[in-house]
């Protein structure tokens, strides 16, 4: 049972030390208690956990104005990060983790302002249509966090001008473009700063909690854990991952997300596999990948390795069928 609210506003606009702060405040989040962090970076897009950065994003184009590439714990897609973006994280026990109650601080807060906030899809926030908030979670031992944007002014050119995904994913939303998909806030509330939302977001927690909220502070021996942390989300190994030269590959869109299987083929053996998705299982990568390596490169030695996989029976159905289908 939640017994304690803290607040917690990140000062800085680095995303690597942001990133870091979100796993090091999770891991050290008192038993009873539930912190709301909020937390803005700088033209940054952020992937996720089990994407190819560049499948994902024009990475070359990012760096060369100043952006910043970051890949996070949680799995979902990418999101482009600005000043005119604000993101918060729930982080909670295992136990009291509960993402209808946490959207419905969001929604609470969106709707003091009058924004007409609905809760769409599998992990999207909307207003007469238009998303303006993409969410992803994650789980940790007796840990977990639920995190999401908030599209407050965010510049859209960029937005369009960084993110490259998938036409499949585009057409299985029925839309054209990434722009036509979103919509700022501040459209329906001209003038609305994040300073506004943060504090109205510190007061429906407290309305849906039922708890006064009390501000977080870190102490210097925190800064330094979270330093250490930094240097790994800053890591070229974490941010883009291992490279895998795939003489096979296949993709496929599902309602769960999307997935870009690449295996390299040896002596009739799969001696390396790479699972791209977008999907909130943020394990499913490491599982196929465990799964696969080591196995004949047939459609049925892989279909009975997947068989045995502990994933929902929708996404191990899919899968099958998607490698029933190549020609191998």
């Known amino acids: 049972m939640i017994r304690q609210l803290q607040v917690y506003r990140s000062g800085g606009f680095d995303p690597y030390e942001n990133l ?3 796993q090091y405040l999770l891991e050290q989040g008192a038993a009873d208690g539930c912190i709301l962090y909020l937390w803005q970076n700088q033209n940054t897009v952020v992937i996720g956990r089990n ?14 104005e100043g952006g910043h590439l970051a890949r996070r714990l949680s799995g979902g897609g990418a999101v482009f990060h600005d000043l005119g973006n604000l993101n918060f994280t729930f982080l909670v026990p295992r136990a009291d983790y509960d993402v209808r109650r946490q959207l419905e601080v ?13 809760i769409s899809g599998r992990n999207d926030l909307t207003a007469r249509g238009q998303k303006f908030s993409g969410n992803a979670f994650y789980k940790s031992g007796d840990r977990a966090y639920h995190h999401g944007t908030l599209l407050m002014q ?34 329906f509330v001209p003038g609305l700063t994040c300073d506004a939302m943060c504090r109205q977001l510190v007061r429906a927690a407290q309305e849906v909690y039922g708890l006064e909220a009390r501000e977080l502070t870190l102490s210097d021996a925190d800064r330094a854990a979270i330093a250490a942390l930094r240097e790994h989300y800053a890591g070229r190994d974490w941010r883009f991952g ?10 496929g869109s599902f309602s769960w997300g999307n997935v870009s299987l690449e295996l390299q083929v040896e002596q009739g053996s799969i ?14 990568s490491a599982l196929l990948k465990q799964a696969l390596e080591g196995c004949a ?10 068989a045995a996989l502990p ?4 996404i191990r159905e899919d899968l099958s069928r998607m490698l029933a289908e190549q020609e191998i």
């Open 51 to 64: 994407q190819n950065a560049f499948k994902e994003c024009r990475v070359s184009l990012l760096e060369e």
């Open 106 to 118: 969001i929604c609470s807060a969106c709707r003091s302002f009058g924004i007409p906030a609905e």
């Open 20 to 22: 870091a702060t979100e």
């Open 297 to 306: 490169f047939s459609r049925t030695a892989m279909q009975e390795a997947l």
């Open 242 to 251: 291992a490279n895998v030269p795939a003489s096979f590959a296949c993709e």
């Open 271 to 284: 001696a390396r596999a790479a699972l791209y998705t977008d999907a909130m299982e943020w394990e499913l």
């Open 311 to 314: 994933i929902q029976p929708a």
């Open 154 to 187: 965010v510049d859209m050119s960029k937005l369009g001008r960084y993110l490259s995904p998938s036409k499949a994913k585009l057409a299985a939303k029925g839309v054209e473009s990434v722009r036509a998909r979103v919509v700022n806030l501040c459209s």
